[in-house]
């Protein structure tokens, strides 16, 4: 791997933007950190740290950067598609949309799907020889939960022609139109009472963030501007926070009655909106750095394992709890000084099975060579959509209870575990025929 790394990041053009690729990586980092420090896990159960100590909920305006990844999504799905309509015969953009959704979810859905399908058989055989309790049935029901991002960034591809299309014609107004939806949906929601509205703003809130990475590919977003979506961004969310109904907290709690995660809120849109312009205000710096071939090196192996990284970093940390549990270790009170001073083993031994996971399963996320495909753009479509229900159902019912037919609702639609996993399945496999198929 490491000759291949080396001769990836020699091989990289001088026209490609490093810093891109960096803020991916450390995006999906910092929530993989954010994740394993929040684990409050004791031998009765599993907690948030920041329900334990509420004074630590400013953190998360650091460590909630989600934003950033969907920032850079945008980025990269406007240069990706652009460069297949240039290349595209004339008259074909119905197999361009096919190409585009194929090349994306390809790396993204093929590491996704080993993950689900070896959890899925674990799971059912834990259940069938009578587990499923304990620290096993909270690891079954929250292995899973990660994978919400995945379905909103299975929307973002799916909707980046037009939305693409949209900035191209309006530019900034196409961003001002989307973050002016979520501030609407916010009042209908808070003001008005109106049920089930704040569910639009999964999508508004997150389209408006992706919709900011279309601008970063024009190169509108110049220092002038990102100082102004820093200070701006900040200013309004901290307004929002102290004056109106959102909590302080950027990731969701347990019990609180609103959250500024699921849905997202007015305030999360504000959040990201101070993030990307932070990220944006350290570009210069950054990129110096990234001209240095080591950190380089360390930037392109990393790009290639990130996905596998995130899909299994939950399994890793609960195994590091399990096998802690098992071998009798004191699990000492969350936020007593004895928890601070195991933290640094909890995250060297979690980070150490997540590379062993990684090593393991790394090879399902390096991008298959690619064919001269036709497509045909519903077909593509209608997989896209099933993959997106699959995943989002399978974040929110987990593998607890597959044997008694447990449940989520779903866009007030009941959605087992098997079903998710058969939508995703059969998502994955249309898009795929989709990319494939001559008309």
């Known amino acids: 791997m490491g000759s291949s790394v080396r001769e990836l990041a020699g091989a990289t053009p001088a026209t490609r933007d490093r810093y891109v690729d960096l803020l991916r990586v450390a995006s999906l980092g910092a929530v993989v950190l954010g994740h394993w420090l929040m684990a409050a896990v004791t031998p009765d159960g599993v907690g948030n740290l920041l329900a334990v100590v509420p004074a630590l909920q400013p953190l998360t305006w650091l460590l909630q950067v989600m934003p950033v990844f969907f920032f850079v999504g945008g980025f990269s799905h406007a240069l990706s598609y652009r460069s297949l309509l240039r290349k595209r015969p004339e008259g074909s953009e119905d197999s361009v949309y096919s190409a585009f959704l194929r090349a994306r979810l390809q790396r993204l859905l093929r590491p996704t799907m080993v993950f689900v399908l070896v959890w899925g058989a674990a799971a059912l055989l834990v259940q069938l020889l009578g587990g499923g309790g304990g620290l096993t049935g909270v690891t079954l029901r929250m292995v899973t939960q990660p994978l919400w991002f995945i379905g909103i960034y ?184 004895a928890w601070w001073a195991q933290v640094p083993l909890r995250l060297a031994l979690a980070a150490a099975l997540t590379a062993a996971l990684v090593a393991a399963f790394r090879t399902f996320e390096r991008p298959a060579a690619s064919a001269p495909v036709q497509g045909h753009g519903p077909l593509a479509a209608l997989g896209a959509t099933l993959c997106l229900l699959g995943v989002l159902g399978l974040s929110m019912v987990g593998f607890g209870g597959l044997l008694d037919g447990r449940t989520a609702l779903l866009i007030a639609i009941p959605v087992s575990a098997p079903a998710a996993v058969a939508m995703t399945l059969g998502g994955w496999l249309l898009v795929e025929r989709a990319g494939r198929r001559t008309p």
């Open 154 to 337: 299975l929307a973002m591809v799916a909707f980046t022609p037009p939305l693409l299309r949209l900035h191209e014609r309006y530019g900034w107004g196409a961003f001002a139109g989307l973050a002016g939806a979520a501030v609407a949906v916010d009042v209908l929601r808070f003001a008005a009472g109106v049920p089930y509205v704040e569910f639009l703003n999964f999508a508004f809130v997150w389209l408006a963030v992706h919709q900011l990475g279309f601008l970063r590919a024009d190169g509108r977003i110049h220092l002038r501007r990102a100082a102004l979506l820093a200070g701006g961004g900040l200013v309004t969310a901290a307004a929002l926070v102290a004056l109106g109904p959102y909590p302080l907290s950027m990731v969701g709690m347990p019990g609180e009655k609103v959250s500024n995660m699921a849905p997202p809120t007015l305030a999360l849109l504000a959040h990201g909106l101070w993030l990307v312009g932070a990220v944006e205000l350290l570009r210069a710096p950054a990129a110096r750095l990234l001209e240095r071939p080591r950190v380089w090196r360390a930037v392109v192996a990393a790009n290639g394992v990130a996905m596998t990284a995130f899909l299994w970093h939950l399994t890793a940390m609960f195994g590091v709890y399990g096998a802690l549990l098992a071998l009798d270790v004191d699990l000492p009170e969350p936020a007593s000084a």
